[in-house]
């Protein structure tokens, strides 16, 4: 098996990446949907044999630097791969553009979840597991190469605590005394040490979602866009879900999996186990969720008092409930809406929020988790800088307490969260221009351009004041889009990372 | 007694000068000649130089007839090897450490120091000594100095005497019959730097420095007879943020009253460590003696300044700057014992003599019977021993009339089931009772003799 490793990442990739059509194949010659399962079987004879071919073609490779050729391959996967996923898709849809596609798979695999197809019966039911498991094997993707590739180069959010230099790479100076581990063996271990969790969180919550009431193929989809955070569905969102409550309730259990990257890799990167009561990415998570969903309960508590009588407890909670899922679902950058919360808007009879889900989705979920955004530990470290500053303003020449790890978060860390946001915001300035240069209108290129940025598509549907369709866009901004998603996927700093000199040093 | 000093350095040299006035025979050993020979040179004791720690270096230093090894090097850990060979390998009976990281002395671990593990006997951490002295600085803010014996159940004061003292020119008789219910006891008076023990006839004039035994209950009020109004410390400043500073921190944040503290520290690294550690206090970087630092941490509105780097010239003119700064009390470490005449001049309320404390804490481990603390006064002037008193003692038993003390001691508190007496010449000491005596240097030796064992008992 040992040669598997040393094949190029990107040609490994591609080849699971094949192998999973057999899922979907087999899932419509169960369905008896025999053209859909042709078009998948024959996909994964054709594209097995190809990557046979680049396989043994590149059996010999030997890059010279094999974190840069891992760093290539991820970002050729994010950009390539898609094309591969969406030739059958393109085939068994039929009516469809291979434009439209490619930016699905695109959507898909950066766990973005945005969809060209608006009515869900326009897919058949294999198509959409289709989706479902390239958004599961993006979020599974992004578990394992942010640990295996990222923590030691020190980017995707480890820069913030780290002591060595955004994008530097891990090179020890300890080659006497101890080996260090060669990147594709990291990735090999990685991979089988998070493989199991992934897929065993994600079996639990199918079978908990089938135990809710749910039908086993939307459990199953909605059990892996919840654990890749794409915010798949195969019926259009939670609102038509058989589980109701219950099912909510589970999902809202599994998005702490997107929180927190020490609910399921403690100590995987080497750092001090802290526990998750002390770790800043969960608290910072917890006062946003709970802030923010109290804001919005208390705006639809007081716009009912002004409105009608005292409103009855059901109605409360049901507000209480629905906010606080969508509150979280989308700081996650899922995506899922809650069947409660147009009830709670309709309560109040106030129009949506959509800012603050806007805003929470820019903030995204923990460091190396499948969610987007900004990320909460770079937040945190430029909460904790603010919090400094404005003591030194008091104290000019007061000292920090808290520990080396607090004083470097807030320092260096701040510095490169800065950066990274700075690079965020430009980002998300580069791609409304782009998008307004193809027609698209202001705001609702602001909401496009934040939901492919932070990987969030349901956004578009949620946040602006009338639902955006991204089937109504032109292809252009499909292009564009489709783009922004894997630069948000991948983070401004890892492309810039491949740019460095250093990298490219000879 | 055979005594082992190992260190001679500060606190080494200051233990060896003591025992050594003692009639003590003393060896020092130190790594370094220099030192070795300046302890020889000036006092009464034998020089070994090497390394401390080593079997044979501990072995021509005599330690297969040692009774007791005092470690007090700068290294934590040669002191405690030093401990354990003066113990496995000399067998020798009694073993001080100086400890001073504040990882070795935290009480969790304390099972650490037992004979079949790390033998010693007694562990001493003079950081730890001088943070509880300027705590207690703290506390009594109108006395001088101040030392707590008997489980904290009484003091020693030292007030300075103004004109406006309410007690000036009266007879010590006449007070004791004025305020019959306060447990309090003037037991020593410095008058134009001459300290002597007060007998019933003598009477306190302005400018004396008194020395006063007092419940601690009564401490107050005693204060407030002598004319000192006692009050409250909010807000705090302690230049310097060493283990000594870092301890008396942590001492007021621990706290239950708010007490609002700053810390200036100007080693960058030392001050980090210090922010880490404490929660409450803000820690600021810079040069205590930079007025505009001392501006930022609001000097002028400071209850107490706390000067305790480690160098005493800076100690004494933060003191001084903060005062005029109008700082309202300043307290600084002073190493150097010739520099305490200056306190008074430089309007420096009180000082802490970190060798005072911790030869204190040694003392109190060699002296002889059941001696439970000792405190040396001035600049080993006289001593405040507290001890059980044994059975076999020739006091037992007796009227403290009857009893032959020496002319310069007088008994200062007396502990009888664990009520404090004041005591009188009616007062009967019996056995098992813990007195404090006040005793000039000069009658220490016949102390001791009273507090142990009798001819009478073999």
């Known amino acids: 098996m040992g040669w598997i490793v040393r094949l190029p990442f990107f040609v490994i990739l591609m080849g699971l990446g094949s192998v999973a059509m057999i899922v979907p194949a087999a899932h419509a010659a169960i369905m008896e949907d025999f053209g859909t399962m042709r078009v998948f079987f024959y996909g994964f004879i054709l594209f097995s044999i190809l990557t046979l071919m680049i396989g043994l073609a590149t059996a010999g490779y030997a890059p010279r630097s094999i974190a840069r050729s891992q760093l290539i391959g991820l970002l050729a996967a994010f950009t390539a791969l898609p094309v591969m996923f969406a030739i059958p898709f393109y085939e068994a849809v039929g009516n469809t553009t291979f434009l439209n596609a490619w930016f699905e798979m695109v959507s898909s695999f950066t766990t973005t979840g945005a969809t060209v197809y608006d009515t869900a019966a326009r897919l058949t039911p294999s198509l959409h597991l289709w989706r479902g498991l390239v958004g599961w094997m993006g979020g599974l993707l992004v578990w394992v190469t942010a640990v295996s590739i990222f923590a030691p180069m020190n980017l995707g959010g480890f820069e913030v605590r780290a002591t060595g230099s955004a994008g530097g790479g891990a090179t020890g100076s300890f080659t006497q005394i101890a080996q260090i581990a060669d990147p594709s063996e990291r990735l090999a271990r990685y991979t089988m040490t998070l493989t199991p969790i992934y897929m065993g969180l994600t079996v639990a919550l199918w079978i908990g979602l089938v135990i809710a009431g749910e039908f086993p193929y939307i459990a199953l989809i909605h059990a892996m866009s919840t654990l890749s955070t794409s915010g798949i569905s195969p019926i259009g969102g939670l609102y038509f879900a058989a589980s109701q409550f219950w099912g909510e309730l589970l999902i809202f259990c599994f998005f702490a999996f997107a929180l927190s990257r020490l609910t399921f890799s403690r100590g995987l990167a080497g750092e001090r186990d802290q526990g998750l009561r002390r770790d800043p990415e969960f608290i910072t998570a917890l006062v946003l969720i709970g802030t923010v969903t109290l804001l919005l309960f208390l705006r639809h508590f007081i716009g009912t008092a002004e409105q009608a009588g005292p409103a009855d407890l059901k109605d409360i909670f049901s507000a209480l409930w629905g906010a606080l899922f969508t509150v979280t679902s989308f700081l996650t950058t899922t995506g899922f809406e809650s069947r409660l919360w147009e009830g709670a808007t309709e309560f109040s009879g106030l129009s949506t929020p959509g800012l603050f889900l806007i805003g929470l989705a820019l903030i995204g979920g923990g460091v190396a988790t499948t969610a987007g955004g900004v990320k909460l530990l770079r937040i945190y470290a430029l909460y904790r800088h603010g919090e400094r500053e404005q003591q030194r303003l008091l104290h000019p020449s007061s000292i920090g307490g808290g520990g080396k790890d607090a004083r470097r978060i807030r320092k260096q860390g701040a510095y490169i969260s800065w950066v990274f946001f700075m690079l965020f915001a430009l980002s998300i300035a580069a791609v409304m221009l782009m998008l307004s240069l193809t027609g698209v209108q202001f705001e609702t290129s602001m909401v496009l351009a934040v939901s492919a940025l932070s990987t969030t598509g349901p956004l578009a549907v949620v946040a602006a004041e009338a639902p955006i369709a991204y089937s109504g866009i032109p292809d252009a901004a499909k292009a564009i889009l489709a783009f922004a998603m894997v630069l948000g996927r991948l983070e401004t700093l890892a492309i810039i990372a491949l740019f460095n000199p250093e990298i490219w040093h000879r | ?458």
Request: hydrophobic share 45%; net charge negative; aromatic share 4%.
């Open chain 2, 1 to 458: 007694m055979k005594v082992i000093i190992c260190g001679a350095g500060q606190v080494g040299w200051q233990i060896a000068r003591h025992l050594s006035g003692e009639k003590n025979d003393v060896t020092v050993v130190d790594f370094n000649p220099e030192l070795v020979r300046r302890a020889t040179d000036t006092l009464d004791v034998q020089g070994v130089a090497g390394f401390a720690s080593y079997p044979d270096v501990l072995d021509r230093a005599g330690a297969s007839d040692a009774d007791m090894v005092i470690a007090a090097t700068h290294s934590d850990e040669v002191n405690m090897v030093t401990c354990q060979v003066a113990h496995s390998v000399f067998s020798v009976q009694r073993k001080i450490a100086r400890l001073r990281a504040q990882n070795y002395l935290d009480p969790a671990y304390a099972d650490l120091y037992r004979r079949n593990h790390l033998p010693i006997d007694v562990v001493i951490s003079p950081e730890r000594e001088v943070a509880e002295a300027a705590l207690q600085r703290l506390a009594a803010p109108a006395a001088f100095d101040t030392e707590s014996f008997l489980d904290g159940r009484a003091q020693l004061l030292g007030i300075m005497i103004d004109a406006d003292c309410p007690v000036i020119n009266t007879p010590l008789r006449q007070l004791t019959d004025l305020f019959s219910t306060l447990r309090a006891v003037v037991v020593g008076i410095r008058r134009e730097g001459a300290l002597f023990v007060p007998s019933a006839g003598d009477q306190i004039f302005p400018d004396d420095e008194c020395y006063i035994f007092a419940d601690t209950e009564d401490t107050t009020r005693t204060l407030e007879i002598f004319g000192k109004i006692h009050s409250k410390q909010e807000r705090i400043v302690i230049v310097g943020g060493g283990n000594v500073g870092l301890g008396v921190a942590l001492a007021l944040e621990a706290r239950t009253e708010r007490v609002r503290v700053k810390m200036i520290e100007k080693n960058r690294e030392c001050a980090e460590r210090a922010a880490d550690a404490l929660d409450r206090t803000i820690v600021l970087h810079g040069d205590g003696l930079d007025s505009a630092l001392l501006e930022e941490a609001n000097i002028a509105t400071a209850d107490a300044v706390l000067a305790v780097t480690d160098d005493d010239k800076t100690n004494l003119l933060a003191a001084v700057r903060s005062k005029e700064m109008g700082c309202r009390m300043a307290i600084s470490l002073v190493n150097d014992p010739t520099l305490t005449p200056l306190m008074g001049p430089l309007d420096i309320d009180a000082y802490i003599n970190p060798r005072a404390t911790t030869v204190s804490s040694i003392l109190r481990h060699i002296r002889h019977g059941r001696v439970r603390g000792v405190y040396s006064i001035g600049d080993a002037e006289a001593e405040v021993i507290e001890a059980q008193v044994l059975g076999t003692s020739p006091i037992a038993g007796q009227c403290i009339k009857d009893i032959d003390f020496p002319e310069g001691t007088l008994i200062g508190a007396v502990m009888q089931q664990g009520e404090i007496v004041r005591p009188t010449g009616e007062t009967r000491i019996e056995e098992g009772n813990v007195i404090a005596i006040f005793a000039m240097s000069d009658d220490v030796a016949e102390v001791e003799r009273l507090l142990q064992v009798s001819i009478d008992f073999f």
